[in-house]
């Protein structure tokens, strides 16, 4: 099955929505300029939650095909948890995508398996699509345990989820060790830990499911090695965080299918 690739660009606390609204602009710009087919690759921004509305008045005015999302949700649908934001709200804001479970979502609150699986699940009731990070820190890498702890972390999120749900879904292998860090995997990196997390989701909700989820590298992509990293059989796309401030980085990554691996 042609899996469409996938470049997200999480910003992270990056940006008012006054600056969201130009680099959104401004990623359209070099899009256009290059003539981008927006068919062969989705392209997704995922901004802070204050910044999705100027972000849906710049996309809806000018019918860009940038897609965006946000970068978590409630596990709950609504009542009383201040300073949390639902998926209905997201969705009325047109949002097609929620990061669920990225790792600083998980060190600096604690996020368990569990809870991610919950938004996952919130995601898919407001009809958005879940970006579900996993990964390993440091230690686990260097203990060579990294396929085994990733996976670990896919079946405690996917517990949550049946599997009429799991085959929408997105998964991003990203290495705690290469966020932020210019350290990037290789390519064979990222292509061991992919490959073995769409064998487990066939073990897990069987091969239609497998063949259909895509699965995303994240870990200091740039335009200089994102075509060794998408040349990978499993790897399809990628989550960029750094290099998705800059539009014209961020274009480059997106437009990989013309750099030569
Ligand atoms: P980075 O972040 O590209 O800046 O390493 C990736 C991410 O955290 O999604």
């Not at 940006?15 to 690759?41: G, M």
């Not at 809806?60 to 009383?80: E, F, L, R």
């Not at 059989?233 to 990554?253: H, T, Y």
């Amino acid at each position: 099955m042609a899996r469409t690739p996938l470049m997200a660009g999480n910003w992270k606390m990056n940006l008012d929505h006054l600056e969201a609204a130009a680099l959104v602009q401004r990623l359209y710009w070099e899009l256009q300029d290059a003539n981008f087919d927006y068919s062969k690759v989705e392209v997704v921004v995922l901004p802070p939650f204050t910044d999705l509305r100027s972000t849906q008045t710049v996309t809806d005015a000018d019918s860009m095909h940038i897609k965006y999302g946000a970068q978590d949700v409630s596990t709950h649908p609504d009542g009383a948890y201040t300073g949390e934001i639902s998926a209905r709200m997201l969705a009325k804001l047109g949002c097609s995508y929620v990061v669920v479970g990225h790792s600083e979502r998980r060190q600096y609150h604690g996020e368990t398996d569990q809870e991610v699986g919950q938004k996952a699940l919130a995601a898919f009731g407001g009809e958005m699509v879940p970006i579900i990070c996993v990964g390993e820190p440091l230690p686990v890498r260097k203990s060579g345990e990294h396929v085994a702890y990733t996976l670990a972390q896919l079946d405690g999120v996917f517990a949550e989820l049946s599997g009429e749900l799991a085959r929408d879904a997105v998964v991003a292998y990203e290495p705690v060790w290469a966020i932020g860090t210019g350290e990037v995997a290789t390519a064979d990196d990222a292509e061991e830990v992919c490959a073995a997390i769409r064998v487990r989701l066939g073990e897990l909700f069987g091969g239609d499911v497998s063949q259909r989820v895509r699965v995303l590298y994240g870990g200091s992509v740039k335009a200089s090695n994102v075509a060794g990293i998408m040349a990978q059989p499993n790897v399809d796309g990628a989550l960029v965080g750094g290099a998705s401030l800059d539009a014209a980085e961020f274009a480059r990554i997106c437009r990989f299918h013309d750099h030569v691996a």
